[in-house]
């Protein structure tokens, strides 16, 4: 298979604060005590895809991410980590790295994507259909995509959902129409020639870009270097692609030419629906509109084809890209799809590391895990949560869906609930946290009572 997989792996994700820090980027941030894109390259390994280019924003995050990983895929993996600017985007990153892009085909998968899904089903179909892009599509999760931003805490109830508007021809395998967030607010527009072409289109808000897209890489370059204002995949360079599709200018190499915004059809004619059904196992309506109206082929009409890959409502596909999602992920993989985790559970359903020690009348309930080394005193009690390694945890405290990173120490009668403490987080005696961040290495003082709070340290400049 004949592809470059490209992991863009973000760098120190401002909607993730104070979940990072200056010593863990969004890619190390732990899903069930594993960092989040080790589960990206492990499912790509798995799928017999072993070399990546990993694409990290901000050269200290970027050293933070390559040493973790010479570390972890020794003799494993062939990956090669490339530093870009903060803040270039999606596409900007693809860009600052246009040199080491090489292959006929270039796979594009964000480092925080959470998967069962195979990548080389949307590489088979991108193949099938020869296509300029193929992006997966998944379901939308029931509590609605989360896109951006933090929806923990204080947040929770004021961020708007995203939703996505995404247009399909009636063989649900290419892409008409696409929009997201704010656009979907408006009035729907869709490029007249395509609807002309395919005769109708299925209108669908139950799905959304799960940023993952297999790109012709001549066409992805030469829209890059043509649109140097396009930052992001999804809002940029994907429309751009599926508004153009029937008008596009691709020479015999496959590069993709300037869009003519205010060019019109040719023809008015109409390809009726009865006859794309009817070639749809031979001919895409791409084929059939390039053809024209006399169905002559002496000199046909440029197209590129925008597919589709769309996920089973069975498959898992979230991906890590707030401080909710973050908690949510790492509820699913130690819960309902604990396949993804990698690990072996219990009979009890939990992960208990052999070097882990509970004290008397401790509880470690069922989608629970207590990592390598850590101590929990007497009476305690942890329920539908991840405790780190080389954790220090008194007697009497109660942990209720959260998250506990590594070193931390929770002092006696603690009770926490709903909430994220990072990494050497100290709490006193008798802290009651519930939905609240606290930032590596914070102390909260004895008997401190926090709700809907984010506790951090003040990063040094």
Known sequence: MDFQVVVLAGGFSKSLVPLV?????????????????SYVLEHFEENNLKDFIVVVEGESAALLVGGWISNAYV??????????????????????????????????VSGDLISDIPPGAVAAAHRRHDA??????????????????????????????????????????????????????????????????????????????????????TVLQEVLNEKENFL????????????????????????????????????DSKVMLSQLLTNASTQSFHELYALGPDASAMSPRKTHKCCVYIASKSNYCVRLNSIQAFSDINR?????????????????????????????????????????????????????????????IGSNVKVVNSV?????????????????????VQLQERVVLKDCQVGAGYVVSAGSEYKGESLAKKEKQ
């Open 21 to 37: 820090s200056k010593d863990v980027p969004k890619a190390l941030l732990p899903v069930a005590n594993r960092p989040v894109l």
């Open 75 to 108: 003799d494993r993996l062939h990956v090669e980590v490339a530093a870009v600017p903060e803040d270039v985007g999606t596409a900007g990153a693809l860009r600052a790295i246009d040199h080491h892009l090489t292959a006929k085909d270039i796979l594009v």
């Open 132 to 217: 300029a892009v193929t992006a997966m599509l998944c379901s939308t999760p029931i509590s609605g995509p989360s896109e951006s931003g933090s929806s923990g805490g204080k947040d929770k109830a004021k961020k708007p959902a995203h939703h996505n508007i995404i247009g399909l021809d009636p063989t649900k395998q290419f892409l008409l129409h696409v929009a997201s967030g704010a656009e979907v607010e408006k009035d729907i527009r869709v490029q007249k020639s395509i609807l002309r072409a395919v005769g109708q289109m299925e209108i669908r808000a139950d799905l959304m870009d799960a940023h993952m897209y297999a790109f012709k890489r």
């Open 232 to 267: 992001s995949l999804r809002r940029d360079v994907l429309p751009y692609l599926v508004r153009s599709q029937l008008r596009s200018e691709v020479s015999q190499n496959g590069v993709l030419a300037e869009e003519n915004g205010n060019s019109k059809d040719v023809s």
């Open 332 to 392: 699913d993989v130690i819960g309902d799809a604990s396949h993804l985790s990698g690990y072996s559970f219990s009979p009890q359903n939990n992960i208990i590391h052999p070097t882990a020690e509970l004290g008397s009348k401790t509880t470690v309930g069922p989608h629970c895990m207590l990592g390598e080394g850590s101590q929990m005193g007497d009476k305690c009690s942890v329920k539908k949560s991840v405790i780190g390694r080389h954790c220090r």
């Open 404 to 424: 506990i990173m590594d070193h931390v120490t929770i002092g006696d009668g603690c009770s926490i609930q709903g909430s994220v403490v990072c990494s050497n």
